[in-house]
């Protein structure tokens, strides 16, 4: 009898400890998209414009763009980017950016047409210094001028 116990106790333990795992598991995969789910590599966008707002965290940083048409008109452009970590592996902090900076930037626009949302590929500084994000990481340029 305590020998059927005991196996019928491991089993249940045993399928407890496969179904944690499971759950585990997935819940990163559900919790983050792809590039290719959200934006569109064939609809790239050059904007120039002022930093309005810096959303420094992870895992995307967010960049919101004041930029000027010709007519005047100021549409303010939600871009998403890559992690602080990979920022950070690139030289980059949070203080090289500041509210009031002009940047051009490269960047793809979003899948579902939202009108002013894009993925930042590559951004250049007043200065001229450029950071692409190849493959999701900055190309690092360890002979590039400051930021500022």
């Known amino acids: 009898m305590k020998r059927i116990l005991g196996a019928a106790l491991t089993a249940i333990c045993a399928l407890v400890c496969v179904l944690m795992w499971a759950l585990m598991a997935t819940t990163p995969a559900s919790a983050h998209h792809s590039f290719q789910a959200e934006f569109d590599a064939n609809k790239a966008v050059t ?3 002022t930093i309005s707002k810096i959303d ?8 919101y763009l004041d930029v000027k048409d ?24 949070r203080e090289d950016f500041n509210v009031g900076d002009t940047i051009t930037v490269l960047a793809y626009r979003a899948k579902d047409g939202t009108r002013a949302f894009a993925w930042l590929q590559e951004l250049t500084f007043a200065n001229g210094r450029k950071v692409a ?10 002979d590039d001028p400051p930021a500022k």
């Not at 420094?56 to 967010?62: A, E, K, L, M």
């Open 56 to 63: 420094w965290i992870n895992p995307h940083i967010y960049f």
């Open 133 to 142: 994000f190849g493959a999701n990481r900055p190309v690092a340029q360890p």
């Open 47 to 49: 904007l120039k414009g």
């Open 70 to 93: 010709d007519d005047g008109k100021v549409t303010n452009w939600t871009l998403e980017c890559i992690p602080t970590g990979f920022m950070h592996r690139a030289g980059l902090t």
